[in-house]
């Protein structure tokens, strides 16, 4: 498996979750990557991105609830979830922040927010 999220779990309405990812391709550190949600009968969605730089880009229904970050020396990615909210909920997955067709998906983690 070349890419590994995992922290998942079910919360309740304003609660906290991080997810980690561990990527084990090539050249991660020169990778932008994202953390991307699927909702049951959604299509999958870019949640936020961050560049081999540092620098985020977030959507706008999570901007100031979630935090992305990454740690190139062990080749991971984070996603800091707080105040979630019902809508959040879905299978979470890391990947490339450009996507090409035919990329691989690793298996995301389920993200469940209810009370």
């Known amino acids: 498996v070349q890419l590994q999220a995992s922290g998942g779990g079910l919360v309740q309405p304003g609660g906290s979750l991080r997810l980690s990812c561990v990527d084990s391709r090539s050249d991660f550190s020169r990778n932008a990557m994202a953390w991307y949600r699927q909702a049951p009968g959604n299509q999958r969605e870019m949640v936020a991105g961050?560049?081999?730089?540092?620098?985020?880009t977030y959507r706008d229904s999570v901007k100031g609830r979630f935090t992305i970050s990454r740690d190139n020396a062990k080749n991971m990615v984070f996603l800091q979830m707080d105040d979630l909210k019902s809508e959040d909920t879905g299978v979470y997955f890391c990947?490339?922040?450009?996507?090409?067709?035919?990329?691989?998906w690793g298996q995301g983690t389920q993200v469940t927010v209810s009370s």
């Open positions: 961050i560049m081999s730089g540092g620098s985020a």
């Open positions: 990947n490339n922040f450009v996507l090409y067709r035919g990329i691989r």
